[in-house]
């Protein structure tokens, strides 16, 4: 009688769990922006290209069913830091179903693991909890534009150990294309509480600076060391995953942008690659 | 649109509270440095005003040491053919006050501007141009910037000091600084020269603001900023106990201690470095690529006990009449062999502090040592002296 309590109550704490179902769609094409043309492939929220990687929102407490379509050319897999593993394959055409259960708040990173997911940036932001916060989302990458052009056509004969970058972007945007993006170019008002969600998907740190103010590191993957540090120059390795927290005390236009000046270039012209704003209002 | 600004500038110079310290400075672009090599390129930079026409600009620019609460105003004079600016790295100025020509002003040829503001956090800063900023980085126009507490403490609540050792890394690439009218492509800037306040190799050792003298009592702050396209990583020696307190000009939540430290383009770090023992060494700053990691440049820094307190450790090295003293490292106690009565025996800690002070009579004494702390003491009995560590 006892044991069948215990069990009638395990199910129902098990389903008071929040299941939240969401798809993503992997495609593969290129970028032109000004000078600027890149092969990519991303994780598209609707059933074709989109050029930025699906941004996955949940509650704290929430379990994500993700379903992964992949209408690339090759296989992928789907990996989550710490969480899903890349022993995975989401084969041409298939459909498989993966599940995400975070154990915190916090901005997450989920991508594929293969090379040419790899390679080609198919990386996209989960943001945990935060929901009722001004959000904003920063994916952060590089590429050298004629080696992803070479990792497209599989003429790529792995990532080289001298990588000279040429392009530089925030959610597949180079600036100033990046000013027309609302994921990524902040507004908001004196006071408010503003979340970003920054990953970076690229394969070099970026030392992002912001002008006008501080920033608190409120959830950090990676170099856990920096949690709630208050800081303007803040450099995300690759892979890492953070959210920062800013309350602008100030109104005012700022440019926010990687402080490694070869990255605010758009294939070798001033200004471009990894610059956007906060557009703060009295 | 700069007539705006300045109207503003004008209108409201700022909540000048606390005092006001004027800063008077002007830019150039006719300069030309000798790098460790011997090679002589050119560099853009600040300098401070002057009636003589023939005052220089500097690599790095002239420091500017403020106290917190202090309302500050730049006359920036650009004495140069192009347009420069000042941003405030790391400051939180107002928009107008930014540096940035798409969303403050620039600063015409032979303009003269005005930028006010209050500096309210204790810290390490940085200030340079933003115009063309892939280009006037390289070039030279930077900067740092500290914010004292206004005595010897690091912040309100915070450590004191009583040395203060400012370091800022920067690099180039030769050629650009060259001919910087045909920079080449901005992606492509890969430095080969790697400096820290402008000076590399021999140039550091023979600087005597670079290299480190220390004196056994001293607690040393090290401002630690990055200008550089590289990052750098900072290693230290075993004898130094370094301690991060703030980054970017704030408190970390908790203060750590660092064998190494990364330090990315644009970061800040303040530290205190306490010596725990009498050692010569260097601290090593790698420059390493951000595109793919490898290791592109190395400065050193000399670190040594002041030669003015060399006696001691000549003293110490002395084999004629060594005292000895064991076990050394010591835990609990250590016995020493005293030869006549009365004998006076001190221990003392490296911040000069007399620990235990005795009268011994002759015969092998054993000295209680539980109350210290791990890290080296000096033990004198009369003339004599050796140096005692205690590893708990
Ligand atoms: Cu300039
Ligand atoms: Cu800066």
């Known amino acids: 009688m006892k044991n069948l309590f215990i069990a009638i109550l395990l199910c129902f704490s098990s389903i008071s769990f929040t299941q939240v179902f969401d798809t993503v769609y992997l495609y593969r094409d290129t970028i032109h922006q000004g000078n600027v043309i890149l092969n990519v492939v991303s994780f598209s929220p609707v059933d074709s290209f989109v050029t930025t990687n699906a941004v996955i929102n949940m509650d704290a407490g929430e379990t994500l069913n993700l379903t992964v379509i992949n209408r690339d050319t090759v296989d992928h897999s789907l990996v989550i830091d710490d969480y899903i593993e890349s022993n995975n394959s989401v084969a041409v055409n298939d459909t498989v179903d993966f599940v995400f259960q975070p154990s915190e708040n916090g901005t997450f990173r989920y991508y594929s693991g293969t090379d040419q997911g790899k390679y080609l940036g198919a990386s996209g932001i989960i943001l945990v909890g935060y929901q009722n916060y001004s959000r904003f989302y920063w994916n952060l990458y590089d590429h050298n534009d004629t080696l992803a052009s070479e990792f497209a056509n599989g003429t790529a004969t792995g990532f080289p150990t001298e990588y000279r970058p040429s392009v530089f972007l925030i959610n597949n945007y180079t600036f100033p294309h990046t000013l027309t993006d609302t994921l990524s170019y902040v507004t908001g008002n004196v006071g408010d509480t503003i979340v970003i969600a920054c990953i970076n998907s690229g394969y070099m740190p970026h030392s992002l600076h912001f002008h006008g103010y501080h920033v608190r590191i409120e959830s950090v993957r990676k170099r856990t060391h920096t949690l709630f540090w208050d800081k303007d120059t803040y450099p995300l390795i690759p892979g890492e995953a953070v959210l920062f927290r800013l309350i602008p005390d100030q109104e005012g236009m700022y440019p926010v942008h990687d402080h490694n000046l070869i990255t605010v270039t758009n294939t070798g012209a001033y200004p471009g690659g990894m610059i956007t704003r906060l557009n703060i209002q009295p | ?392």
Not at chain 2, 20 to 49: C, P, R
Not at chain 2, 73 to 86: A, G, R
Not at chain 2, 162 to 176: G, I, P
């Open chain 2, 1 to 392: 649109m700069r007539r705006i600004c300045f109207i503003i500038l004008t209108i409201f110079p700022f909540l000048l509270i606390g005092q006001v310290e004027h800063v008077y400075l002007q830019s150039k672009m006719d300069a030309t440095i000798t790098l460790s090599d011997g090679h002589q390129t050119n560099f853009w930079g600040y300098g401070y005003q002057s009636t003589n026409p023939n005052a220089r600009v500097t690599l790095p620019a002239p420091k500017l040491v403020f106290e917190k609460g202090d309302s500050v105003v730049i006359h920036f004079y650009n004495n140069s053919p192009e347009d420069h600016t000042i941003h405030l790295h790391g400051l939180d100025v107002n928009q107008v006050n930014d540096g940035v020509p798409s969303t403050s002003f620039a600063v015409g040829s032979q303009d003269s501007v005005n930028y006010s503001f209050r500096v309210s956090h204790t810290g390490t800063y940085l200030y340079h141009c933003h115009v063309l900023t892939s280009l006037h980085l390289t070039m030279g126009m930077y900067g740092m910037i500290v914010v004292t507490n206004g005595d010897d403490h690091l912040y309100d609540g915070g450590p004191k000091y009583n040395r203060e050792f400012d370091y800022l890394t920067s690099d180039m690439k030769r050629a650009v600084n060259d001919n910087p009218l045909s920079p080449g492509d901005f992606f492509h800037i890969y430095a080969d020269y790697f400096m820290l306040n402008g000076k590399a190799d021999q140039q550091i050792f023979d600087d005597t603001t670079l290299s480190i003298d220390y004196r056994p009592a001293d607690t040393m702050v090290f401002r630690i900023g990055n200008i550089a396209y590289s990052c750098t990583k900072w290693i230290f020696p075993d004898e130094l106990d370094v301690t991060v307190y703030q980054s970017d000009g704030r408190e970390v939540p908790v203060s750590f201690q660092a064998d190494t430290l990364m330090v990315y383009p644009g970061e800040r770090f303040t530290a205190i470095a306490i010596p725990n023992g009498i050692f010569q060494d260097t601290i090593e700053v790698e420059y390493c690529n951000m595109s793919d990691g490898s290791t592109d440049g190395v400065n050193k820094i000399p670190i040594r006990l002041d030669p003015a307190h060399l006696s001691l450790e000549e003293t110490l090295s002395e084999e004629l009449n060594p005292l000895k003293i064991f076990p050394n490292p010591a835990e609990n106690y250590f016995k020493v062999e005293v030869q006549d009565d009365q004998s006076k025996l001190k221990v003392v800690d490296m911040q000069g502090r007399i620990i235990i002070q005795k009268s011994l009579d002759k015969g092998i004494q054993t000295i209680r040592t539980s109350d210290l702390e791990s890290g080296v003491y000096f033990v004198f009995l009369n003339s004599r002296q050796t140096q005692l560590v205690i590893s708990k």
